[in-house]
């Protein structure tokens, strides 16, 4: 059973260009969130979607960010017109349609976002 | 809002113990969390605590639990180079999914 997979793991963008990540969740895995780690800090919450509905998106910029997690495919993560600051890396991780007792999330290895 | 507060670095000799301390805010958390993670690595969960225990023990691991000070700690014994990582202490932020905030995570650098 593959875990989280995200790609690409590496993405070098011009300013002003957009970036595109993917990820694909655990096999039978309905959950998905979504996390932003900058340089030397922690891992910050940005979104938790289901099939085809954002449940939360508390933690995501208001402006040229978005998500969706369609009812076929991966589940993406779109920034537009990219700025510095957007080097990151950004997680993704995936829980079941029915939480383990301790409400585990499986993390994918991330995607580092770098912008020139 | 809800925040978690770790040291940032902490430095041990192959062989010892080492502890790294964690401090929460959040006192409705039903699940506190240990996670590491290794150079271009993703998170691994490494272990958790259920709100309602003081300590938990898994082989090497000792998680202990202050729920008055809202204070976590991961003891992990007999440090080995392969325990090298940075590890986060996360709180689940509850509202019926497990939203969770992580702290900015403690690099152990383990020597020998």
């Known amino acids: 059973n593959a875990g989280v997979m995200q790609n690409p793991r590496h993405l070098v963008r011009r300013r002003g260009q957009e970036a595109r990540l993917r990820c694909s969740p655990m096999?039978?895995?309905?959950?998905v969130y979504w996390y932003r780690q900058l340089p030397e800090e922690g891992l910050k919450f940005m979104v938790y979607?289901?099939?085809?509905?954002?449940?939360?998106e508390s933690g995501m910029p208001k402006e040229r960010f978005s998500a969706e997690f369609p009812k076929e495919g991966p589940s993406i993560l779109r920034i537009q017109q990219v700025v510095r600051g957007d080097s990151a890396a950004y997680f993704c991780?995936?829980?079941?349609?029915?939480?383990?007792?301790?409400?585990?999330?499986?993390f994918g290895p991330g995607t580092r976002l770098t912008v020139l | 809002g809800e925040d978690v507060e770790q040291s940032l670095f902490l430095s041990v000799r192959e062989g010892d113990s080492s502890v790294i301390n964690c401090t929460y805010t959040?006192?409705?958390?039903?699940?506190l969390y240990w996670y590491k993670q290794e150079p271009g690595a993703g998170l691994q969960l490494l272990t958790y605590?259920?709100?309602?225990?003081d300590m938990k023990q898994d082989q090497r691991l000792t998680v202990l639990l202050n729920k008055k000070d809202k204070h976590l700690s991961l003891r992990i014994a007999d440090t080995q180079t392969g325990d090298s990582a940075i590890y986060f202490c996360?709180?689940?932020?509850?509202?019926?999914?497990?939203?969770?905030?992580f702290g900015a995570g403690t690099r152990l650098a383990v020597h020998p």
């Open positions: 979607l289901q099939k085809e509905n954002i449940i939360d």
């Open positions: 096999k039978g895995h309905s959950h």
């Open positions: 959040d006192s409705s958390s039903t699940y």
């Open positions: 996360a709180d689940s932020a509850g509202g019926g999914y497990n939203k969770l905030i």
């Open positions: 991780a995936s829980s079941p349609p029915v939480a383990s007792s301790y409400n585990e999330q499986f």
């Open positions: 605590i259920f709100s309602n225990m």
